[in-house]
């Protein structure tokens, strides 16, 4: 538990540079915190893909995502 502040801390940021990298992206929606009181740890980067604007499918994020060694889920 010690370490649990900073890591928490890399999470938000990781997700925070992912979001800004990605936002002029379209068709590529991150989720939001429901509201300003609201904390997440970020432990998980979701996002929702529309395939008509993103010219391309969730899968195929996917497996290029694989072939560089990224983890992600459907």
Same mark, same amino acid.
């Given at each position: 538990?010690? *370490? @649990?502040?900073?890591?928490?801390?890399?999470?938000?940021? =990781?997700?925070? *540079? +992912?979001?800004? +990298? !990605?936002? %002029?992206?379209? $068709? @590529?929606?991150?989720?939001?915190?429901?509201?300003? %009181?609201?904390? %997440?740890?970020?432990? *998980?980067? /979701? @996002?929702?893909?529309?395939?008509?604007? /993103? $010219?391309?499918?969730?899968? !195929?994020?996917?497996? $290029? !995502?694989?072939?560089? =060694?990224?983890? %992600?889920?459907?």
């Amino acid at each position: 538990m010690e *370490f @649990i502040e900073e890591r928490v801390r890399k999470r938000r940021d =990781n997700y925070f *540079f +992912t979001e800004e +990298t !990605l936002k %002029s992206l379209q $068709g @590529i929606t991150f989720q939001d915190e429901p509201c300003k %009181s609201f904390f %997440s740890n970020r432990w *998980f980067t /979701a @996002i929702i893909v529309d395939p008509q604007k /993103a $010219g391309t499918t969730q899968e !195929l994020i996917q497996k $290029g !995502l694989e072939k560089e =060694n990224i983890e %992600s889920r459907p």
